[in-house]
């Protein structure tokens, strides 16, 4: 095996000169920021050949693969060696740094691997003067110094070369200073000799394996670890396929948006046709309206000209039987004054007419009785609601009322009772005295319904004044005024009733009564005192009733109220209030029994009674009175609310019997100052009257017995002549009246003006309108129309059918036109959302004439499209897929397919490798899932192996036969590709295609556990452990150390950890140390010193750092076998339970 054995530094970081011997396994020790990273960098650097692209310098293990705090140092920094962040030990260095590697057989050659390097402060990038590879010696420091009088210094890089070149010959040493891949290459010839063939790819593999194993992060997903430390990155040219299938892709979305384009301007057209069609209807319902308007106005027309000659005709026959009507009665009439003076001389002659005047002279004075008697019985009546009014003043007069009542029920003008008589004769007597007693009463009854009303009204206003929101509605109007005015001023008055509650409700009643006034006492701040009295004093009329408390007087009588005193029933707040009430009534006792009420002094009782040490008196308030506390105001409210009820009862009823009264007073004084006619009285005069109307009528009857010779009979039948006559004329004269007025009618509407339907004026106008608009629709088809319409209407008039025509014609071109007018918006709004998706055109615009300007420049644009720009793009696209199609076939797929046989190998390779050996009983295996996402490319890559001459389909579109069994996945494929969305720079990195999971079997039970489940739940341990393993498969599957045949040479095998195993316990170390030597690594380690114990005893060189101001040096120790044992004889991990009982207890 070629092992690492030197280490070789000149000017590198905190090194001017360092030489590090090691052999075997070897561990940094060191304290932080001692320079173990340096070491390790420098290895990772020369390993690499210093390639930008690979090494990341000063990360630490578990830190996924980040510079260490933030670092951001450079090889030009390590050259320079940087302290600070404007702080260097040089300005400017040549350095030398090497590896050397030795068969620990001895049956090849050793080989030193390094870089010259110069750096200056003044440039940003190193410049690499060598990367050499010398077969059989190992160069230390020394040979690349030189030794002056001023001390050592780094040797020219030609100096240094020669030297190399003369000790091992110009055959053994080459130098690749342009190209770091080659100078890999070139050690791994040497260092790696069981491998076939060593090219780029494997010199990359080897360098990130390395690398990742320096800056291994423990926080990754298996893909994520298997994507960047397993498997090779090694992305696929896709160029020009990228290119190809983006030029596919415009092309298709040119004529996605031609179609789309040739889409909206066909909707276009159809809304156009739509339109064309509204104007169409538009125009023949304007046709046909204009024609039935016309058609309608002749026939009114003509039907009003015929009613004129009709009604001519009959108002000349009917005036001229008229005039023979009129001379027929005119002779009647003349016989008829004939007869009648020859009547009236007969009945001169006769008497007869004396007699008749006689019989209406008497009929008219019995009337006159009658009426008289009906008003004097009514006046009586009117009394009759006096007798129900007892305790009102009447109650003397009653029986008499009673009496008269009673007589006058059933009274007649024919048969007037005794009783009547004698009762009006009482009541007349009576009548003065009544007169005066009504006038009394009503007078009485009048004040006192103005005085309820009075009381009425001021209740109601503040009722309502406490509804309005008035918050003191429940204190006299003085009150108020005062309060409202000392709130003027700027003080805030307080009213005892508001600022006190009775404790007990039983003594509200006597507590209302004996406060009574002194409720709305009125309170103000002490500092306002003597302001409030000035505003009181000056307001002494209309602050009349108010009062306003003297505080100056109280300060001796603050506290609180004795018990079984009146103060005491109070409870309040306001200390001024309480004072008030111990001032005034402190000395008052409250009284529960009458023994109690009669010792000396004030007392009062629950029930109102007051003894002022005086004088007894009764002190309780109503209901509706009560004041004090909101309680016993909101039930004060409730009475006043009763109480204003019964008060409008009141008023209803003292101003019903007042009328009562004054309506009775009003018929006394008629009885009064007519006394003379009485019921008796004017009973005879009727009697009288009509003995003499009977009288007359017998004398009259016994003249008619004696004749007249026939005059009256005559005159009675030419009367009846000329009634007859009469109403024969008036019939005359009806028809006469109505053909007159309709004569005039005809004659007026004839003359009406122009929107007079039939008028001569308006047949004009519609006969003009209509032969201005018959030109605008083709005649047949609108006459054709016009007899449709006019065959569906049968059951009216000529003139009503074409009336209903141009109805419903006008009704219909208005909903013609608002449909034109709508479709006008939406050509408007459809050119709109054409230019906002496709651009302007400079042709038309969204105020261009629809089908004048807008449907020709549709028709153009459809016809350039269909006929021309589309099967062009079509073309192309057919080409593009083509070509798309070839380098698919022969580039990626291809490519993908060998990449993908390859990253199975290899998984495959570290699988054979992990096999044999097991970590912690455990067997680990790589495995490999299709990512969803790419399922239809990794499809395409099987059809391709089974079924090459399948992917001649590829982007045929409609081409592809219905039943073509890879159909769905070529069109999943073209989707992926096609999809504009979708970053293709995805598809160049195979290891996208598939995620990977590390599965652990248990050798025992066989039971398989998930990386990503132990990731989840398990210990930090746990989840390092798979890492390592994995790590170190790699590491191994790179070198092919696991997998050595016979007496195959070994080569190296150099696995780098910075920091390692942070989460791993001792046990786990030993064991992960024991499983890298089982697959023929070499372990170069960088551990803190806190991990020397478990790290040891698989140590075969200790090299310990030690940094001293802005230097640091090296010093190293050789573990040998025995050393090794009494390291693992005194590890207390690996003794047995006894054996550590045993040495607690010996020590």
Not at 884 to 906: Q, V
């Amino acid at each position: 095996m070629m092992e690492l054995r030197h280490l070789a530094m000149v000017n590198w970081h905190l090194f001017d000169l360092e030489d590090i011997e090691i052999g075997g396994h070897t561990a940094v020790f060191g304290e932080n920021r001692s320079g173990k990273s340096t070491i390790l960098d420098m290895a990772q650097i020369v390993l690499t050949g210093g390639n930008r692209n690979i090494y990341r310098l000063n990360a630490v293990a578990g830190d996924k693969g980040k510079t260490r705090g933030g670092s951001k140092r450079n090889v030009v920094d390590y050259c320079l060696g940087k302290l600070r962040e404007d702080e260097w030990r040089r300005e400017q260095a040549r350095t030398y740094i090497a590896l050397g590697f030795a068969d620990d057989e001895g049956k090849r050659p050793p080989i030193t691997i390094g870089m010259a390097i110069e750096a200056r402060k003044s440039e940003s990038n190193e410049t690499v003067l060598g990367r050499f590879v010398a077969v059989g010696k190992i160069f230390t420091a020394q040979d690349f110094i030189e030794i002056k009088k001023e001390g050592r210094f780094p040797a020219d890089w030609d100096d240094v070369r020669e030297r190399m070149v003369k000790v091992v010959g110009a055959g053994n040493f080459v130098n690749h200073r342009d190209k770091a891949i080659d100078f890999v290459r070139e050690y791994m010839r040497h260092l790696v000799p069981h491998a076939s063939f060593v090219g780029e790819q494997n010199a990359i593999s080897l360098q990130k394996a390395i690398v990742n194993a320096i800056t291994l992060d423990h926080d990754q997903t298996a893909t994520e670890f298997v994507r960047n430390y397993i498997l090779e990155k090694n992305n696929m040219r896709v160029g020009e396929l990228r290119e190809s299938i983006q030029t596919y892709r415009n092309i298709n979305e040119t004529i996605r948006k031609m179609r789309e384009k040739l889409d909206a301007l066909k909707a276009l057209r159809t809304i156009l046709a739509n339109l064309e069609d509204a104007h169409e209807r538009s125009y023949r319902e304007l046709w046909i309206a204009r024609r039935a308007d016309w058609l309608t106005a002749r026939a009114i027309n003509r039907e009003l000209k015929r009613k004129l000659r009709e009604a001519g005709a009959r108002r000349e026959a009917a005036e001229e039987e008229l005039k023979n009507i009129d001379e027929d009665i005119k002779a009647t009439q003349k016989e008829i004054d004939r007869l009648s003076a020859a009547i009236v001389e007969h009945d001169t002659k006769s008497g007869r007419r004396h007699a008749a005047e006689a019989a209406r002279a008497a009929e008219q004075a019995a009337e006159r009785a009658m009426v008289e008697f009906r008003k004097h019985i009514d006046a009586i009546k009117v009394l009759e609601p006096l007798s129900a009014m007892r305790g009102q003043g009447f109650d003397v007069h009653l029986p008499m009322l009673v009496r008269v009542m009673f007589a006058v029920g059933g009274a007649k003008i024919g048969s007037v009772s005794d009783d009547l008589v004698s009762a009006e004769k009482e009541l007349v007597a009576a009548a003065p005295e009544l007169t005066k007693r009504t006038d009394e009463i009503r007078q009485r009854l009048f004040a006192d319904a103005g005085a309820f009303r009075t009381e009425r009204d001021a209740l109601r206003e503040r009722l309502g004044a406490h509804q309005s929101g008035v918050p003191n509605a429940h204190l006299s109007l003085a009150t108020q005024e005062l309060c409202r005015k000392l709130r003027q001023e700027g003080m805030a008055p307080r009213v005892l009733c508001d600022l006190v509650e009775v404790v007990d409700p039983q003594w509200a009643v006597a507590a209302e009564g004996l406060l009574g006034r002194d409720r709305e006492a009125v309170f103000v701040d002490r500092p306002h005192i003597r302001k409030a009295t000035e505003v009181f004093k000056a307001g002494r009329r209309e602050f009349r009733g108010a009062s306003l408390v003297s505080l100056n007087k109280l300060d001796t009588h603050r506290g609180p109220a004795e018990a079984g005193r009146f103060p005491s029933i109070f409870r309040t707040q306001d200390p001024d209030a309480m004072a008030f009430l111990v001032r005034r009534y402190g000395n008052v006792r409250l009284a529960d029994t009458m023994d109690q009420f009669n010792l000396p002094g004030r007392a009062l009782m629950k029930d109102g009674l007051y003894d002022d040490g005086l004088v007894r008196t009764h002190r309780a308030a109503e209901g509706a009175d009560h004041k004090i506390g909101k309680a016993a105001q909101a039930n004060a409210l409730r009475d006043l609310e009763q109480k204003l009820q019964d008060l409008d009862d009141l008023v209803d009823t003292a101003v019903r019997e007042a009328r009562i009264v004054d309506t009775a007073h009003g018929a006394l004084k008629t009885l009064c100052e007519d006394s003379v006619a009485s019921t008796a009285t004017l009973s005879a005069l009727h009697g009288n009257a009509m003995r003499q109307r009977t009288e007359a009528e017998e004398r009259i009857r016994a003249l008619d017995g004696l004749g007249d010779g026939g005059l009256r009979t005559k005159r009675k039948a030419q009367e009846e002549l000329k009634e007859k006559r009469g109403e024969e004329r008036g019939e005359q004269q009806k028809l006469f009246n109505n053909n007159v007025v309709e004569v005039k009618v005809c004659e007026r509407d004839l003359a009406k003006g122009e929107n007079a339907p039939g008028s001569d004026s308006n047949l004009r106008i519609v006969w003009f309108i209509w032969k201005q608009n018959r030109r605008l629709y083709d005649r047949a088809k609108g006459r054709m129309a016009y007899r449709a319409r006019l065959s569906e209407i049968t059951q009216r008039s000529y003139t009503e059918r074409h009336r209903a025509i141009a109805l419903k014609a006008a009704s219909g071109q208005t909903a013609a036109n608002d449909e034109r007018q709508r479709i006008e918006r939406r050509v408007r709004e459809a050119i709109g959302d054409y230019f906002e998706a496709f651009g302007v055109s400079s042709q038309i615009g969204t105020e261009s004439e629809p089908l004048q300007e807008v449907k020709p420049w549709t028709e153009q644009l459809i016809s350039e499209i269909e006929t021309n720009e589309l099967r062009r793009y079509e073309r192309q696209a057919r080409e593009a897929a083509e070509k798309a199609a070839t380098l698919l076939r022969g580039e990626f797929i291809n490519g993908l397919t060998s990449r993908i046989n390859k990253m199975e190998r290899d998984l495959q390779a570290m699988k054979r490798s992990l096999h044999d050996h097991p970590f912690h009983n455990e067997r680990y295996s790589f495995h490999h899932t299709r990512v969803v996402e790419f399922q239809s490319i990794l499809k395409i890559i099987e059809i391709a192996r089974t079924s090459p001459d399948a992917l001649d389909m590829l982007f045929r579109g409609d081409q592809v036969p219905i039943d073509f069994p890879y159909k769905d996945t070529i069109a999943e494929l073209e989707a992926l590709l096609e999809d504009p969305d979708k970053d293709f720079t995805q598809f160049e990195d195979y290891r996208n295609f598939y995620t990977f999971e590390i599965h652990m079997e248990d050798i025992t039970t066989g039971r398989t556990t998930r990386w990503e489940t132990r990731r989840g739940i398990g210990s930090g341990a746990e989840q390092q452990v798979p890492i390592y393993v994995a790590i170190g498969a790699s590491l191994a599957s790179v070198y092919g150390s696991a997998e050595l045949r016979p007496g195959q040479p070994a080569g190296a095998a150099l696995a780098i950890f910075d920091e390692v195993f942070s989460k791993l316990d001792g046990k786990n170390q030993r064991q992960m140390m024991s499983f890298y030597k089982k697959l023929g690594l070499q372990i170069v380690i960088a551990a803190p010193n806190e991990k020397r114990v478990a790290i040891l005893e698989h140590i075969d060189t200790v090299v310990e750092v030690d940094r001293i101001g802005d230097g640091a040096r090296t010093s190293v120790v050789q573990i040998k076998e025995r050393a090794r044992h009494e390291l693992r004889a005194i590890d207390p991990d690996l003794m047995s339970d006894a054996d550590l009982q045993t040495r607690i207890a010996a020590e």
